[in-house]
């Protein structure tokens, strides 16, 4: 079932990409470009090596203006300067704030190629969370509306994320699938920092997919690629998934170095976001030598510093943001929420009503299997005694005709020596008596009944599991299963105790146990 539901999901996402690769070439000659526009009007881009607070002051007063003039795009732009801004001061709660107020700016415009950038950086910030499916969820959307608009390059990055989605949830196919997509976007629209995160990402995919040798080569071209282009934050990166994939391919050594090198990297550039994972390669490194004692040091620096920086009150805040965000944008359709209110109560009702009926026919369910139960525990319970009686009474009659055996047999021998071996008539009828008395068929059928009783289907399944047993055998099995003496199983059975060792030999021989191997027990765990 869950193979079908995987084949599925993975049939549904090809279509759902072809669709929408369908439509995003379809309007090709009209090609937009969200990042175009959100590099050209950056007051401060990042190569300006502007400190974070003060890039924070310029943006901040950017924004303002263009409030001022009304202009909805640069307002977006103006948010999202400002969600990467407190996304490099480690205050996501912050950065949570400008990219929800982008997101409501950039659906009041309805233009499908703003929303679609802003989705493809609200997926930046579930990946700083921690959080797969909301990121997968904005990847996508991010690719939907971008095709829509008619922006190769945004769809390019949007599939590029989704496949790092589906890598970091162990999808690999699907991975591989939008990697394939994603690269001849990029390659043809975007510029070489786009490359170099899709080559960084693939590289993850395949450390996640167990082939570190082959992911060392792509992120080395991404950690060059980085380098050259001057990208502080994505160098630090780059240096960790190359030490990471020198970890996975059990090169410690080269890992511990790249790891240490980009601890001193990325503290240097501030993004200590970054940090957190160097701390967990580090720690995996030192265990996978056996050197426990700076595993759990570095264990503790990284549970340490991300409680700092992503701690559930910051969560807390976020989702506290978004509701607020919510609330305000239903405080302006005031009249079409009551009626929806009243709506969901009208719901609500129904449904209570059918889960009071439910939970009604549940608790009939139950007190119905409660009674049944009880009724078969006691009919068990009641068997048991019988099936204990039962064994006491033949035990008993056949104690009692062994006695009469003994009595009989000396008697018949005396006889037999005075009147030259004639038999006295009575004498014959009690030894046949005897013979026709010690367990009868009448008595073993009874006997089996009240324990069919007492173990339900127990036979049945005796005699499934071994088909070859002899009745002998079977009946030893079951006066065993009875925790019954070799002397009371050969009263029982009007057979001597050598007699119930021999079949006792032939019921291990059939039940292939070893000589250490104890029979009693082995009847009593069946």
């Not at 890992?255 to 550039?269: L, S, T, V």
């Not at 030894?431 to 007492?454: C, H, M, P, R, V």
């Amino acid at each position: 079932m869950k193979s079908t539901l995987s084949i599925f999901s993975y049939s549904a996402s090809i279509a759902c990409t072809l669709m929408l690769s369908f439509c995003f070439v379809s309007v090709l000659t009209g090609q937009a470009n969200f990042r175009e526009d959100y590099e050209r009007e950056n007051p401060v881009p990042t190569s300006a090596g502007l400190p974070v607070e003060e890039r924070v002051k310029v943006h901040q007063e950017w924004l303002e203006e263009a409030i001022a003039k009304e202009d909805t795009l640069l307002q977006i732009l103006g948010e999202l300067y400002l969600f990467y801004d407190y996304v490099r001061l480690n205050d996501l709660t912050g950065a949570s704030t400008h990219i929800i107020k982008a997101e409501h700016l950039a659906a009041k415009s309805g233009n499908e190629g703003w929303q679609g950038g802003v989705a493809f950086r609200k997926a930046h910030l579930h990946t700083y969370l921690r959080e797969p499916e909301k990121w997968l969820n904005a990847a996508q959307e991010a690719s939907r509306l971008c095709a829509l608009a008619g922006d190769s390059l945004c769809v390019g990055e949007s599939y590029q994320s989704i496949s790092a989605a589906y890598g970091y949830m162990d999808s690999f196919d699907l991975a591989h699938h939008y990697f394939e997509l994603a690269l001849p976007l990029l390659e043809k629209f975007g510029e070489k920092k786009h490359l170099q995160t899709a080559l960084a990402n693939y590289g993850n995919l395949l450390i996640g997919e167990g082939e570190p040798l082959k992911a060392i080569a792509y992120q080395k071209r991404a950690r060059d690629l980085a380098r050259e282009i001057g990208n502080d934050v994505n160098l630090g990166r780059a240096i960790n998934n190359l030490a990471n994939a020198y970890r996975m391919a059990g090169n410690i050594p080269k890992a511990i170095a790249g790891f240490e090198e980009a601890i001193e990297h990325n503290k240097r550039i501030g993004h200590y976001q970054s940090v957190v994972r160097n701390y967990a390669g580090l720690r995996q490194s030192y265990q996978a030598i056996g050197d426990y004692k700076s595993a759990i040091a570095y264990q503790e620096k990284y549970y340490s510093l991300q409680d700092s920086l992503i701690g559930s009150r910051t969560k807390l805040k976020i989702a506290e943001l978004e509701t607020r965000f919510m609330e305000s944008e239903q405080a302006l359709e005031l009249e079409k929420s009551e009626r929806a209110l009243i709506e969901s109560r009208r719901k609500t009702e129904r449904q209570g009503t059918i889960l009071l009926a439910l939970l009604t026919l549940s608790l009939i369910a139950v007190i119905f299997w409660w009674r049944q139960n009880k009724r078969q525990k006691a009919r068990i319970e009641e068997s048991k005694k019988n099936l204990g009686v039962v064994t006491r009474l033949l035990q008993e009659k056949n104690e009692a005709m062994m006695r009469l055996q003994q009595t009989v047999t000396p008697h018949a021998s005396s006889d037999n020596q005075l009147k030259g071996g004639a038999s006295k008539p009575d004498t014959s009828e009690h030894i046949n008596l005897f013979n026709q008395s010690i367990l009868t068929e009448t008595d073993w059928t009874e006997f089996k009944a009240y324990f069919d009783g007492s173990f339900p289907g127990y036979v049945q399944r005796l005699r499934s599991a071994f088909p070859a047993m002899t009745e002998a055998e079977e009946r030893l099995f079951l006066l065993l299963k009875l925790n019954l003496t070799s002397k009371e199983i050969s009263n029982i059975l009007g057979i001597s105790t050598s007699g119930v060792k021999k079949t006792r030999n032939r019921l291990r021989k059939k039940l292939s146990l070893s000589a250490e191997e104890n029979l009693e027990e082995h009847v009593r765990s069946f």
